[in-house]
């Protein structure tokens, strides 16, 4: 059977820095815009909750899709080795 490495994919630390600047920036706008938003009370908390609330769902989204990548990374890596198992296994020229 042959030996195959997994190659990890890893962000590099100024993807990562601007992943999270970004974030930051994006946010911080967002919440100024309401902080300086000429409406009452209640529609500016509205709006922060409705931020709140579209943050959290895209952290769980972006969540659900790697765990499903990773799934399926996995699922194929096993038919893989099934795979060269059978082979490795497989001799041509035995009688049937």
């Known amino acids: 059977m042959s ?3 997994t190659v990890k994919q890893q962000s590099t ?3 990562y ?3 999270v600047a970004s974030f930051g920036v994006a946010s911080g706008a967002v919440a100024l815009g309401i902080y300086f938003l000429d409406a009452n009370a209640w529609v500016r908390g509205f709006l922060a909750i409705g ?3 579209l943050v959290t769902s895209c952290f769980t989204l972006a969540k659900v899709i790697r765990d499903r990548q990773e799934a399926g990374q996995l699922i194929s890596r096993v038919d893989q080795a099934r795979l060269e198992k059978i082979i490795a ?4 020229f035995q009688k049937l």
């Open 3 to 5: 030996e195959t490495t």
């Open 13 to 15: 630390a100024a993807f």
């Open 17 to 19: 820095g601007q992943a």
């Open 51 to 53: 931020v709140l609330y």
């Open 89 to 92: 296994e497989h001799d041509p």
